[in-house]
């Protein structure tokens, strides 16, 4: 009989997170103040006082271990080790000599992977002395990872929720007030940015960068308050790189080890948490033709067609400029279901990877990523984010052309979260009125005119 799920027991989840800044071949060009557009110093590395010190100090932190505090791996076995699985019925529905394992973290009591670095931010605020932390949502799924961070710690939380989804996805916005949450449709009223824009435009339906600058400009109005972002940043990858380092105890049990490592990414914080602890196998000629396939929508391309540039983290010019791929910080992607993969930047770290060689990226229609995520559901009956079907479906390429060459490769896909909020998305598949966007090529064009002109 082969083995489908591997397991690993509550006392052999890892004690430590994995920071890749000290094993990169070269340094990660730190990133610069808003205002000043400065190099920021590697030990005050974000403008203050956005973040607690413990969050600034992991940042540009120089130790390649960091040690989980003792409260935040207590909460972690609420939902931790996560399953990795072996999709044997998804084999052989496609009939394919590829392994394809899958690593989910949709079981956490969110549904997605980002209570990893929601409880430890929480943690880290309540230990400072900090009440109360604002942050953005897009669909919803990170505002309420945070929202159950800031009520295992007893910290308020005040979420500026894109208004396109705090109409379209209540449920989410229902999740974040039952954990204590106070949740207002950005751009909101409560702030100076929200306040200009729907001035302009009463309807704007908002974005990402949007709701980003609303929530600094509302940790730095409030003494109590810190910021909490739920991506891209170096502490987040961070914090997210527990999935990775109980796969490779995992994959070991299964006796298996990764050809091709296939994920999505939007700010690239659960793929980056999944591929971060091997790509030093990558680095070191342990394995250096291992695969690994960022994979993001048409309709947001960062990787795939936006150049590499300094740029603003959030519309407004609030947050610190990094050098990323971008589309440009005033893009607003086309409403797409993958409501986690519509930002305009990406992870500095992974950006820095994808110059090296390391990773690559490719961009893919939602309807095709739908078709993979219908395929998986009637296969191995998880209903999967619209984000995690992105991975899922190039997974699913990689398996059909080992069919084509006769290759057995071993396929890893990184699961990020369920979809059962997000039925609607899938309702719209199922009855064929979904639509896919084209590359926004003008709107980027116009967009990309306004980056902050740093060198
Ligand atoms: C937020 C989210 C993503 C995208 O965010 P990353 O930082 O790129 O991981 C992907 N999948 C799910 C389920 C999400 O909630």
């Not at 939007?266 to 971060?276: I, P, W």
Request: net charge negative.
């Amino acid at each position: 009989m082969e083995e489908t799920r591997f397991m690993l027991a509550e006392k052999e989840m890892p004690t430590h997170w994995y920071n890749i800044l000290p094993d990169l071949p070269e340094p990660l060009p730190p990133m610069r103040h808003p205002v000043t557009q400065e190099p920021c110093p590697v030990d005050m590395p974000l403008p203050p006082p956005l973040f607690p010190d413990a969050i600034n100090r992991q940042e540009f932190g120089a130790d390649r271990w960091v040690e989980i505090p003792d409260e935040v791996q207590a909460i972690y076995r609420t939902w931790r080790p996560t399953p990795l699985q072996r999709a044997h019925r998804l084999e052989a529905a496609l009939d394919t000599p590829a392994r394809i394992y899958y690593k989910y973290e949709g079981t956490s009591q969110a549904g997605s992977h980002k209570p990893n670095t929601a409880v430890a931010q929480a943690y880290y605020c309540k230990k400072e002395g900090v009440s109360r932390l604002a942050t953005e949502t897009g669909a919803g799924q990170w505002g309420s990872a945070l929202s159950m961070g800031c009520a295992f710690f007893g910290l308020e939380c005040k979420v500026y929720m894109v208004k396109a989804s705090y109409y379209q996805k209540p449920y989410r916005r229902n999740l974040m007030e039952t954990w204590g949450a106070t949740i207002v449709p950005s751009p909101s009223p409560d702030t100076e940015v929200g306040r200009s824009i729907l001035k302009d435009d009463p309807e704007c339906s908002g974005s990402l960068g949007i709701a980003i600058s609303e929530a600094i400009e509302d940790a730095f109005a409030h003494d109590d308050t810190k910021y909490s972002i739920g991506s891209v940043a170096n502490h987040v990858l961070l914090h997210q790189t527990i999935i990775g380092e109980e796969t490779r105890r995992q994959m070991e049990l299964a006796d298996a080890y990764p050809d091709v490592i296939v994920g999505n990414v939007g700010g690239g914080s659960n793929f980056a948490g999944q591929f971060l602890p091997w790509v030093k196998d990558k680095m070191n000629g342990k394995k250096p033709d291992m695969q690994i396939i960022c994979v993001e929508p048409e309709a947001c391309p960062t990787m795939t067609k936006g150049p590499y540039a300094w740029d603003y983290g959030d519309s407004a010019g609030l947050a610190p400029i990094l050098k990323m791929h971008t589309l440009g910080h005033g893009f607003i992607p086309a409403p797409v279901h993958a409501g986690g993969l519509r930002y305009h930047g990406m992870a500095p770290i992974i950006c820095h990877l994808y110059r090296l060689g390391f990773v690559e990226a490719r961009a893919v229609h939602q309807t095709a990523t739908f078709e993979a995520g219908v395929r998986f559901a009637r296969t191995e009956g998880i209903i999967s984010a619209p984000e995690s079907c992105h991975g899922i479906k190039v997974g699913i390429d990689e398996a059909l052309q080992c069919r084509e060459a006769g290759e057995a490769k071993t396929i890893l896909i990184a699961h990020s979260g369920h979809g059962h909020f997000d039925l609607a998305a899938y309702d719209e598949y199922l009855s064929g009125r979904l639509q896919d966007y084209e590359y926004p090529k003008e709107a980027v064009i116009a967009a990309l005119a306004d980056l902050p002109g740093v060198e």
